[in-house]
T-cell receptor, first 112, second 118 residues
Framework: GQQLNQSPQSMFIQEGEDVSMNCTSS?????WLWYKQDPGEGPVLLIA?????ELTSNGRLTAQFGITRKDSFLNISASIPSDVGIYFC????????????FGQGTTLQVKP | NAGVMQNPRHLVRRRGQEARLRCSPM?????VYWYRQLPEEGLKFMVYLQKENIIDESGMPKERFSAEFPKEGPSILRIQQVVRGDSAAYFCASSPLPGQGPLNYGYTFGSGTRLTVV
């Protein structure tokens, strides 16, 4: 079945550092979504990507839709303590009913 | 301007009891999705409902789990005879559009119900 693999599984960085994480799949996705989940909350959409090769920014966040449509990455520049959380990539399931397939997440911790 | 409301936020049940999780979608949204998140894992799709219809239940366990979204009132995810393995966070998302098309995938999630089975 469809699966999304995220790496790294976790990151512990110093405030101010840049962060890069990625998401890969063995199958093609036509949409890539990046979510952030704060402790005790639901995921919140950060960036949506709809075309292969697309590069989209949202403040300090930048995400790219891979040319092969089998991968995507998310960069966070100049990290701050409130960037702490779990970052998930997601893509539409093959049934085309609106369900999403999620990666297992990258946990980010930022040391002030 | 309330978002997706889920209640209760925390639910503790003994093994064998029933758990009822409620989800009130955003105003004007008639499409609801339920997901389950086990500890240290990503969200896993369970079921997609429109008002009075189950559209896709491919992620629902075959036994003990059911979902409904009546014409009036919230969507309900019901788990009968809970077991320890049902302990998880259950999230609901709602959308104003049918479940197709790229613009629809950015639907809104609630804060979840954390079920603990003791």
């Amino acid at each position: 079945g469809q699966q999304l693999n995220q790496s790294p599984q976790s990151m512990f960085i110093q405030e101010g550092e840049d962060v890069s994480m990625n998401c890969t799949s063995s199958s093609i996705f036509n949409t890539w979504l990046w979510y952030k989940q704060d402790p005790g909350e639901g995921p919140v959409l950060l960036i949506a990507l709809y075309k292969a090769g697309e590069l989209t920014s949202n403040g300090r966040l930048t995400a790219q839709f891979g040319i092969t449509r089998k991968d995507s990455f998310l960069n966070i520049s100049a990290s701050i303590p409130s960037d702490v959380g779990i970052y998930f990539c997601a893509g539409p399931g093959s049934s085309n009913t609106g369900k999403l397939i999620f990666g297992q997440g990258t946990t980010l911790q930022v040391k002030p | 301007n309330a978002g997706v409301m889920q209640n209760p936020r925390h639910l503790v049940r003994r093994r064998g009891q029933e758990a009822r999780l409620r989800c009130s979608p955003m105003k004007g949204h008639s499409h609801v999705y339920w997901y389950r998140q086990l500890p240290e894992e990503g969200l896993k799709f369970m079921v997609y409902l429109q008002k009075e219809n189950i559209i896709d239940e491919s992620g629902m366990p075959k036994e003990r789990f059911s979902a409904e979204f009546p014409k009036e009132g919230p969507s309900i995810l019901r788990i009968q005879q809970v077991v320890r393995g049902d302990s998880a966070a259950y999230f609901c998302a709602s959308s104003p559009l049918p479940g197709q098309g790229p613009l629809n995938y950015g639907y809104t999630f609630g804060s979840g119900t954390r079920l603990t089975v003791v």
